[in-house]
């Protein structure tokens, strides 16, 4: 194993590694203006959303590693506190990609990445029009992390409205994950699409799992049962009693074998399928 201490290697390469282990990151999508008015678009995937009530995002522009400069949306959003955040699909990667030149100071990046200005309603910058959702915030604190270059510089921004495409709402006027599109990012030139990786795992905070220690060493020591299986398998809240183990052993149409593997290997096939219990039942058959 690589075992690394950041003390003694470059700091670019320390970035690429972070980025890298530290992936797929949402992308902040950040609209500033100057203290003169004039609009700065650029996007940030040291982001996320940390809080509800009230409701808070933080993004991160770091200090320029080469020359140790600072971005221009830091320096709007000291001037001026506020900021809208837009979100990133698929529709406009290339374009928020773009966005990202370092052109000099006063450039519109809107204009160069062929994004409309939409005006915001609280808050003075303007919002990507394309983007599926849009938050403007104002800024409620800045924490600098350091003074070197690679140093992130936390803007803590609270959500004072928001804005989201109707085409991208299911019928119960929530988010569909599928709609949005979202895209995230990793490290080099590196991007996900989401919705390509959705996979869905029930939540255990409705339910008290037994527990991957509870299940029998027979099985937890499996050699073909993964991590994952286990975890699915101690996820339930009971198992299947004797009575109905031996009912299902008079009417199921499974073979149960003698080889513990073999069995193993069928309790598997329906762990991919979701079945859990039947899974259980081949498990504990005898």
């Not at 599109?181 to 029930?202: H, M, Q, T």
């Not at 993964?226 to 073979?255: Q, R, S």
């Not at 003698?258 to 069995?263: G, R, V, W």
Request: charged content about 25%.
């Amino acid at each position: 194993m690589l075992s690394i201490d950041p003390k003694e290697i470059p700091t670019a390469k320390l970035h690429a590694y972070l980025l890298g282990a530290v992936a797929p990151r949402p992308i902040a999508f950040a609209s500033t203006v100057d203290a003169e008015g004039n609009p700065n678009l650029s996007p940030y995937s040291f982001f996320n959303v940390f809080s509800s009530n009230p409701p808070i995002m933080i993004f991160s522009p770091a200090r320029r590693v080469r020359d140790n400069t600072t971005k221009h949306t830091l320096e709007n959003a000291l001037a001026t506190k506020e900021v809208v955040i837009n979100v990133v699909n698929h529709a406009i990667v290339q374009q928020m990609s773009l966005s990202s030149t370092e052109y000099a100071k006063g450039v519109n990046e809107f204009e160069k990445a062929g994004l409309t200005m939409l005006p915001s309603e609280k808050v003075k910058p303007f919002r990507v029009a394309e983007s599926p959702a849009q938050f403007e915030c104002i800024v409620k604190e800045v924490v600098a992390l350091g003074n070197e270059g690679g140093a992130g510089n936390l803007i803590i921004c609270e959500v004072v409205k928001i804005h989201i495409h109707d085409e991208v709402l299911n019928e119960r006027g929530t988010i569909d994950h599928y709609k949005i599109d979202l895209v995230a990012r990793a490290g080099g030139s590196f991007y996900s699409r989401a919705r390509d990786g959705f996979f869905e795992i029930p939540k255990p905070i409705a339910t008290l799992g037994i527990g991957v220690d509870q299940i029998p060493a027979e099985i937890r020591n499996s050699k073909v049962l993964t991590g994952n299986d286990l975890g699915i398998l101690g996820n339930v809240e009971k198992l299947p009693t004797a009575e109905e183990i031996k009912e299902f052993t008079k009417t199921t149409e499974i073979e149960i074998s003698d080889s513990i593997e073999t069995n193993h290997k069928a309790a598997k096939e329906f762990l991919e399928r979701g079945d859990v219990m039947t899974a259980w039942k081949i498990l504990l058959a005898k």
